[in-house]
C-alpha cells in the first residue's frame, strides 16, 4: 500500500493557507505576503506561518491566541481553491488501475482534513470516496514525526507496516515512515524550501514528479 501526505503532497492548500494567513496579517496592519513566500512554508502548518507572517514562535506569550485566530480564519476558506498537485490524479488512478492501495496519514486535524479530501474531485467521485483510509494528526497523541499515525492506518487497512511505502514532502515524513518500519519517498514537487536538504533526509527515493513513484514501484 502506498500512504501519502495531504498537504503538499497529494493536494495543493497553499492559496487557501496564505489567503486565511494574509487576512490576519491585514488584521493586524502587516502586508501581505505573496505565494512564493508561502509556498515552501504551507507543509508547516499554522506553526510555519505563524513564524512567517509574524515572527512568533511556539515558546511566545501569546503564540497560542494567534494560532486559534490563525484556524479560525482558515476554518472560513480551507475548502476554497483545494486542488490536486500536477500529475497526481494521473498517479492515483494508474494506482487504482494496478489494483495498489492508498491512502492519506496527515498531521492536519481532522476537522479540516475530512471536508478537505471531500472538496477534492476525480471525475465523479471526490479523494476521499477513492482513499483506502484518512488518518489525520489529530487521531494520535502524538502525530508526525512519531509513527503511530502511521501504524494506525495499517491497523485500518490491514496491512504490514513493512509492505507499506510513505509519500511526503516534509523530514518529519520521512522520520515518521523510517519509524514505523516503512520504505519512504520524499516528494520533491511539494513544499520544500531553499534551506531544506532532502537528499539527507534519509529517504530510500527522491522523485521529482509524481509518476516517478511507478518506477520505483
Request: hydrophobic residues 45%; aromatic residues 8%.
Amino acid at each position: 500500500m502506498i500512504l501519502f501526505d495531504l498537504d503538499g503532497t497529494l493536494v495543493d492548500t497553499a492559496h487557501d493557507l496564505g489567503l486565511a494567513l494574509n487576512i490576519q496579517l491585514e488584521r493586524y496592519g502587516k502586508p501581505p505576503l505573496s505565494h512564493d513566500e508561502i509556498w515552501p512554508i504551507a507543509s508547516h502548518g499554522s506553526r510555519g506561518l505563524l513564524e512567517l507572517g509574524f515572527a512568533i514562535m511556539p515558546a511566545d506569550a501569546n503564540f497560542e491566541k494567534m494560532r486559534v485566530e490563525y484556524l479560525d480564519l482558515y476554518e472560513a476558506v480551507f475548502t476554497n481553491n483545494p486542488r490536486l498537485l500536477p500529475g497526481i490524479a494521473v498517479l492515483l488512478d494508474t494506482l487504482d488501475a494496478q489494483g495498489i492501495k492508498w491512502g492519506i496519514v496527515t498531521n492536519k486535524p481532522r476537522r479540516f482534513s475530512v471536508d478537505l479530501v471531500k472538496a477534492v474531485k476525480m471525475g465523479d467521485t471526490n479523494l476521499h470516496q477513492r482513499s483506502a483510509c484518512l488518518v489525520c494528526g489529530d487521531d494520535a497523541v502524538l502525530p508526525k514525526p512519531a509513527p503511530t499515525t502511521l501504524l494506525m492506518a495499517c491497523a485500518e487497512t490491514g496491512f504490514l507496516a513493512s509492505d507499506c511505502i510513505y509519500v511526503g514532502d516534509a523530514e518529519r515524513d520521512v522520520q515518521a515512515g523510517k519509524a514505523a518500519g516503512m520504505r519512504t519517498v520524499v516528494a520533491l514537487f511539494g513544499y520544500i524550501a531553499q534551506s531544506d536538504k532532502p537528499a539527507e533526509w534519509g529517504a530510500d527515493v527522491l522523485i521529482n514528479t509524481p509518476l516517478e513513484l511507478m518506477d520505483y514501484l
